[in-house]
């Protein structure tokens, strides 16, 4: 009794170690340390964008429209005399929830989906597999705007027509891990041991999935980012006054030669924010998968 009470005491630590372990690797990666950096500042800025913004980002001046930078706006006005500086900081909530949220929920679809498969097999693989492929088959940006157009514009509808796209790729993540593992030694012992088939997916299949689910999820935000700008862009997005990184890109297309700014600030934002979650999936494939261990960053 003694001796299980000492080890399940052990267990948080050496999580905790693991995970200090990781995140010190990823600093060492220079591609996901930069990564990392881009991600806090973005956080930073949609956290503490009602103390950043220097206006009021829906706060109209129409005596000073499509004015270029000054001390008053550092980047300028928009089209009706708004800040573009304090609706940058603000966007970054928007392309912040619905790339995290959408990814969220396409995960969750997309590992239940893929372990199912992976553990049932039989018709029950097949059928979600063909339906996985049939909804792969269809073009992404097709589907997201016939999705987008049925539901109408908002962000909740965005969030899930995006998770509609993304689960995907979870699912045949989550499928090929399971059968890779689903007849190894400590899962027949589960079995045998009278273990349920819900038990054996969730306690003993999922946990050794993780590793590339959590590198396909952080890749993953930037595509649903990408996704939210481009839904905006073609005006599906969150609508006005609320400020988006892809509706500011929109408006201030017609504006590229009088204010540049104007849709260069909201395209480069999108472009860091991208790259970002590129340059911390990237990381996290060379710290998580052990047959690239050997070459870049180790755990030590």
């Given amino acids: 009794m003694a001796i299980f009470q000492r080890n399940t005491k ?9 995970a200090l372990a990781v995140s010190a690797a990823l600093l060492r990666h220079k591609s996901a340390g930069a990564g990392m950096a881009i991600i806090w500042m973005l956080l930073v ?8 913004s220097p206006h009021d980002p829906n706060e109209q001046d129409l005596y000073h429209v499509l004015q270029g930078p000054s001390r008053a706006h ?9 800040d573009l500086l304090s609706r940058v900081l603000y966007g970054a909530r928007i392309s912040l929830i619905v790339g995290l949220l959408s990814t969220l929920t ?13 553990y049932k097999g039989g018709l029950i693989d097949g059928f979600i597999m063909r339906l996985t492929d049939t909804v792969m088959c269809i073009p992404g940006l097709i589907l997201l705007l016939v999705m987008a157009a049925a539901l109408g514009p908002g962000i909740h509808n965005i969030i899930i027509a995006i998770s509609a796209l ?3 790729v979870f699912a045949r993540i989550t499928r090929g891990q399971v059968l890779m593992v689903r007849e190894l030694p400590y899962v027949e012992a589960a079995r045998a041991a009278g273990a349920s088939g819900w038990r054996i997916m969730f ?12 590198v396909a999820s952080s890749i993953t935000v930037g ?46 934002m999108i472009t860091l924010a991208v790259l970002a979650f590129n340059f911390l999936g990237d ?16 755990i030590k």
């Avoid at 297309?253 to 260069?264: A, R």
Wanted: hydrophobic fraction near 50%; aromatic fraction near 8%; proline fraction near 9%.
């Fill in 10 to 18: 052990v267990k948080p630590a050496l999580c905790r170690t693991g």
């Fill in 45 to 52: 800025m949609a956290l503490f964008a009602p103390w950043l």
């Fill in 74 to 82: 550092l980047l300028g006005t928009d089209d009706v005399g708004r």
């Fill in 106 to 118: 396409a995960t969750v679809i997309g590992v239940f989906l893929g372990l199912v498969a992976g």
């Fill in 166 to 168: 993304g689960w995907t």
């Fill in 203 to 214: 306690q003993h299949l999922l946990p050794n999935s993780m590793a590339p689910l959590i």
């Fill in 223 to 268: 595509g649903a980012i990408m996704l939210e700008s481009a839904a905006a862009f073609l005006g599906l997005g969150v609508q006005p006054p609320t400020p988006s990184w892809g509706e500011a890109l929109r408006v201030g297309y017609s504006y590229l030669e009088i204010v540049p700014l104007f849709s260069l600030a909201p395209g480069l």
């Fill in 283 to 298: 990381g996290l494939r060379d710290v998580l998968d052990p047959r690239l261990r050997g070459e870049g960053d180790k």
